[in-house]
């Protein structure tokens, strides 16, 4: 059971150009997330999604875009990066958005 | 509101020690509060989570006490050991706008000395 996969490790982008971080769960979990990490930060949500086809803002969206076109995949595409979005993004996903988050591993973004 | 606010942010504790993370929160409609547990280049992993409802709950080495009346809530870690050092969460869980949202606090990085 491989739980929550991200992909890619890790990217170095320049500022403009654009990239879609995947994330993929093999637990038939409803709810899917996105944060980011910053150091002394904490994590915070950046869009979520209750199921497939269904998406929504977080704390933290401007940037970014989602899709849910199915229960298992809900890549996050950052469009125009820029060095604020520098950050470490870590996927998870739960049964019904309460007990149990299970995260990937994250993916380490630098944007220069 | 929706805050939830963690201290210390660092904490380092001898072998053997109790470590104590505290987090406070304002919102008193947050009702599941969990505590992830974080190692370097990994994801945060549930640690141990408690209700509103219950004081105290206790797995293992670790232990949730919960003051509903003071809106606090602690980690304690007893007898830690090296391979508890790692970055702390505590959160709560929000039912808004029809779904359930996970607030995470700011982490406190644990180190434990051999």
């Known amino acids: 059971n491989a739980g929550v996969t991200q992909t890619p490790k890790f990217r170095i982008l320049k500022i403009g150009q654009s990239m879609t971080l995947q994330c993929t769960q093999d637990m038939n979990h409803n709810y899917m997330y996105w944060y980011r990490q910053d150091p002394g930060m904490g994590l915070k949500l950046i869009y979520y999604s209750v199921g497939a086809g269904i998406t929504d803002k977080g704390e933290v969206p401007n940037g970014y875009n989602v899709s849910r076109s199915t229960t298992e995949d809900f890549p996050l595409r950052l469009e125009l990066a820029a060095p604020s979005q520098t950050s470490v993004y870590f996927c998870?996903?739960?049964?019904?958005?309460?007990?149990?988050?299970?995260f990937g591993s994250g993916t380490r973004l630098t944007v220069v | 509101q929706q805050q939830v606010k963690q201290s210390p942010q660092s904490l380092i504790v001898q072998k053997g020690g109790i470590s104590i993370i505290n987090c406070a929160y304002e919102?008193?409609?947050?009702?599941?509060f969990p505590w992830y547990q974080q190692f370097p280049g990994k994801g945060p992993a549930l640690l141990i989570a408690i209700r509103p409802d219950v004081s105290e709950k206790k797995e293992g080495r670790f232990t949730i006490s919960f003051n509903k009346s003071a809106k606090q809530f602690s980690l304690h870690i007893m007898d830690s050991q090296p391979g508890d050092s790692a970055t702390y969460f505590c959160?709560?869980?929000?039912?808004?706008?029809?779904?359930?949202?996970?607030?995470f606090g700011a982490g406190t990085r644990l180190a434990v000395h051999p």
């Open positions: 919102n008193t409609a947050f009702d599941y």
């Open positions: 998870a996903s739960s049964y019904q958005g309460t007990e149990g988050y299970t």
């Open positions: 959160a709560a869980v929000l039912f808004s706008g029809g779904y359930n949202k996970l607030i």
